[in-house]
C-alpha cells in the first residue's frame, strides 16, 4: 500500500517508518509533493483535501488527517468519491486545556510585559495582574476541550459558567458548574474562553455585538478555530480597551485554501509586486487572495497588540499528545486496511 504522509517531522518519520515498515512510505512536505499513486493520504491541518487534490490522485482510498479537525478536508466530495476519512478525535484534551490556561495565565499575570521589563526598574504596579481565584470564566463548548478546562479551572478556585448546544447536565452535576445561554454568560464572565467547533452556526459567535455585551476588561481566549471570532470587532474592542486582552492560538483565516501557511504578508506583497499584473488583471487571476491579503494584514496588526499573547496553532503540540496522534493515526491505517475502519468521519 503507498502511504503518503504529509508536513509530518522527523520524530513522526521515524515512528511511521517502524510501525508501518512493510508499506511503501512517502514523505512530503506539501500536498503539491504527493505521489498521484498515493492510496492513503496522512495530512494535517494545513494540507487542503480538495477538488484539484482528489482528481489529481485516483488511487486514493482512504484520507487518515493527524488531527481531530477536518475543515481541511471536503468530506462531501471525497464521500462521493469513495475516500474514507478517518481523524484523530482524541487525542490531547487536557494538552489544549493546560495552553489555554498558559493563555489565561500569561495575560492575567501580564507575562509579555514582565517578560520585556528590566529587574529593579520597572514600577511594580505596571506590572500587577489578577488573581483568577474568585472570578467568572466563561465556557463555549463543554466538549472533551472545554470540560478539561472545567476541571482546571475549578482547581483555580473559579466560578464557572457554560453554554453549549447540547448541555450535558450530568457534567454540570459532576463538576459543578452551570449553563447558561451565551447572551447571559457574555455580561458575567471575566474570562471566555472558546471550545465548540467552526461551523456555519458558529462563524463570527463573537462579533461586535456580542463583544460589546461583554463586561469591560474582559479575556478573550481562543484555541479552537480563528473564523469563530470576528478579527475586526476585536481589533476594535482592544483598541478601545473594552476588552483587557486577547489569548489566540488561532486566527480568523489561518487554514484559507488558496495560499501556504508559510507565506508571510512581506512575500505576498513581493510576489504581487513582481507578478506585473494591473490590480484588475490581478483580481481576476487570484480572485480570494486580496481578501486573504486583507485578513493577513488584521492578523498582524491582532496579534503585535501588547495586550495579545499569539501563539501559532501549538495548543495540541506536546511531546504525549504528538505520540497519541500518530498511535492513532497508525491504529487507523492499520484497521482500514483489515476492512474494519475506525474513527472515520462522515458528511454532516
Ligand atoms: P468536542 O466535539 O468534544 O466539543 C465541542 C463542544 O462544542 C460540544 O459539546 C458541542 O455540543 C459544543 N457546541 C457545538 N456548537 C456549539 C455552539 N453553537 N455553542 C456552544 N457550544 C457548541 O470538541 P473538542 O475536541 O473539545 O474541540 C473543541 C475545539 O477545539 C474544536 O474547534 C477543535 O477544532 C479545536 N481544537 C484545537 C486544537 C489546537 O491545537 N488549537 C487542537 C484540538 C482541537
Redesign the pocket.
Known sequence: MKISFVSAGSSDESFFHDELRDHELEFVRSMGEVSSEAEILSPFIYDQVNLDFLEGHPALRLVCTR???W?HIDLELCRRRGVAVANV?????N??AE?TFALILSLSRRLREAGLAVPDRSPVEALRGFDLKGKTIGV????????HVIRLANGFGMRVLA????P?THLADLLGFEYTA?EDLLPQAQVIT??????P??FH?LNRERLSRCLPGVLIIN???GN?IDTEALIAALEAGHVGGAGL??LEGELATTRPPSLNVTELILEELHAGLSPEEYRLKHPNRIQDLQQMMRNKVLISRPNVVFTP?????SFEAADRINRTTMENVRAFLKGKPINLVTPA
Open positions: 488531527s481531530a479537525g475543515d478525535p482524541a487525542y490531547g484534551a494538552t489544549v495552553h463555549i463548548g463543554t466538549g472533551r476541550i472545554g470540560s453554554c453549549d448546544a447540547f450535558n451565551l472558546l471550545h465548540c467547533p467552526l461551523r452556526d458558529t459567535l484555541t479552537a478555530r469563530l492560538d488561532v496553532h501549538v495548543a495540541f503540540n
